[in-house]
């Protein structure tokens, strides 16, 4: 059965090839709340599955505002994929939202292993495909949902972030104002008691 993980559908059991790969050649990684896996401008050789826990993917622009950009959840892949792809910085900060536990393999080391292997580049290509779709969708949620459907769309997924997330993390990651998530909580409130 498919589950919606960080916009995009995501089944294990597709990718169990690639997910028992890194359980098989990685090690742990505990995180407590609020560690950083990968910081922004940093280098990053691992890639991994993320076991436990919640992590959050932010940017900081040049004035030094923090842009929420995303969200893994327990049982998916975790890392900066482009990152490792082009051998450069990351672009964004992967920090524990919660207490996690991580599985991590090196970068190189699965990268040979796609190309090398039949599984392997079947796997690389999937995820190269689910990249893909997570980018367009949220290109066209940005520009084809309200607000009020990118919040609602949110919480029907993952309604765990309104308790442990505060409002201007959500406000960012939906792309708007604290202000304006405030308002979109007392219209669904309203209605609710409607």
Known sequence: MDRLINDFYFDPALFSPLLDWIRREGSV????????????????????VLEEGI??????????REH?????????????????????PSLVNIRAVTPCRLCLAPYGRM??????????????RLVAEQMFVLAYRRMLDGYCLTPEERYRE????HPELKELRPLREIASFIGVTPETVSAIRR???DEAKS
């Open 111 to 124: 990268r040979q292993w796609m190309e090398t292997t039949p599984e392997g580049n079947r796997m690389g």
């Open 55 to 64: 992590c959050r993917f932010s940017r900081t622009d040049g004035k030094g």
């Open 68 to 88: 929420v950009v995303g969200y893994t959840f327990a049982g998916s892949l975790v890392g900066e994929y482009t990152a490792c792809l082009c051998a450069r």
């Open 29 to 48: 990684r505990l995180l407590a709340k609020n560690d950083y896996f990968v910081r922004q401008d940093g280098r990053v050789s691992h890639v991994g």
């Open 187 to 189: 219209k669904l409130l």
């Open 154 to 157: 949110l919480m029907a997924r």
